[in-house]
């Protein structure tokens, strides 16, 4: 009887490292000369980031200080999913920021059948808000994992619990 490998295809973050990234963020905003009397507020919660600052000019500004800092925390940009700028009171302006985690229902599918339309020997089930990917061989799943990599997908991609 020949035995079958797997792994789970998920699209997670580590969330402590978005705090930390959040941290250094607000530190930075605190000591810039160009942001300091902005009074700008950049709040973590568990699905979502949300600034608050005076102008579109600085919003901009705040975005690319935090996603440097994710970066150097090795934290994909893709798990950001911004919202609509809203005009707050007193002529500020505020942004919300999802945070991406699990792979979607129609992502999954589109990501199952890329799998199995190159190799159609190996199986892709969704489950849940990952995807497990098994075969007989693991040669096959480390070409896999090559082809997910080299495609495009709109999400944070990472592979765990390969057996």
């Known amino acids: 009887m020949a035995s079958s490998y797997s ?4 699209s997670d973050f580590d969330h402590q490292e978005l705090v930390n990234a959040i941290d250094q963020t607000r530190r930075e ?3 810039r000369y160009d942001l ?7 709040e973590l919660d568990k ?3 949300t600034i608050n600052t005076n102008s579109d000019m600085t919003l901009t500004a705040v975005v690319d200080v935090m996603q440097s800092k994710a970066i150097k925390r090795g934290l994909s940009l893709k798990i950001f999913d911004y919202g609509e700028i809203e005009s707050a009171s007193g002529n500020r302006v505020v942004q919300k920021i999802k ?3 699990g792979i979607e229902q129609d992502q999954a599918k589109k990501l199952s059948k890329t799998i199995r339309d190159a190799f159609p020997k190996s199986q892709a089930s969704i489950q849940g808000d990952a995807l ?3 075969s007989k061989s693991k040669d096959e799943l480390q070409e896999i ?3 997910v990599k080299s495609e495009d ?3 944070a991609l990472q592979f765990t619990n390969y057996r």
């Not at 300091?36 to 950049?42: G, H, L």
């Open 7 to 10: 792994f789970d295809v998920v």
């Open 29 to 31: 905003i605190v000591s």
């Open 36 to 42: 300091k009397s902005t009074s700008t507020e950049v």
């Open 47 to 49: 699905e979502l980031v």
């Open 99 to 101: 945070l991406k985690k």
């Open 132 to 134: 497990r990917v098994t």
């Open 145 to 147: 994992i090559q082809l």
């Open 153 to 155: 997908f709109p999400l």
